[in-house]
């Protein structure tokens, strides 16, 4: 339906709406590019890597980097629901095993779901690395993941080596660990 105006609007009417419409988008571009404002971007490659602190499946806290110095970290954002991260923790797990001696420990960072679902999940897949619980998701925030599954491999001393987006066959991976350990 199309409504009719009484008046005409006047060239100052128009001139208003503009104004208005102007000022908003200035301020919008204003207020995103303050910091906290901008989405996150992942940290770079050959930056330190972030630390913080969660708990894992029974509660304990771990700190990254700082409980890991020494070791090499392969740090997994993942929910239940994503099918690539379904067929994949198991192939790391089987890394994990293998690799584990030698001074690799994988983190699985789970994405803003419970404690159960994390749980049920790890549980069904029969994943032995520990999980730890992001329920609020600011990590995974700090981290600048948008999308799941994301890794980072952290080398001996915490820096960031890798940064890997998605699916990763598990060749390439195990080349990525042996690289670094």
């Not at 994503?82 to 994988?106: A, F, H, N, T």
């Not at 925030?141 to 980072?152: D, I, L, M, N, S």
């Amino acid at each position: 339906m199309h409504l009719l105006r009484e008046k005409p609007e006047s060239g100052r009417e128009r001139y208003g709406k503009y104004l208005t419409g102007y000022a908003f988008f200035f301020v919008l571009t204003v207020c995103c590019s303050l910091p906290g404002c901008a989405r996150k971007e992942p940290p770079a490659v050959g930056a330190e890597a972030p630390k913080f602190t969660l708990p894992d499946l029974r509660g304990e806290k771990m700190t990254v980097p700082d409980d890991f110095i020494g070791r090499v970290v392969i740090l997994r954002f993942w929910v239940d629901s994503c099918k690539s991260c379904e067929k994949e923790m198991p192939e790391i797990d089987y890394l994990y095993k293998k690799y584990k001696e030698r001074g690799l420990i994988v983190l699985a960072v789970n994405v803003g779901q419970s404690r159960d679902a994390a749980a049920a999940f790890m549980a069904k897949l029969k994943i032995s690395y520990p999980a730890l619980l992001d329920t609020n998701s600011a990590i995974t925030e700090q981290y600048g993941v948008k999308a799941v599954p994301f890794t980072f491999v952290i080398d001996r001393k915490g820096v960031i080596r890798k940064r890997i987006l998605g699916e990763t066959e598990r060749e390439s991976f195990e080349k990525i660990i042996q690289d670094i350990l």
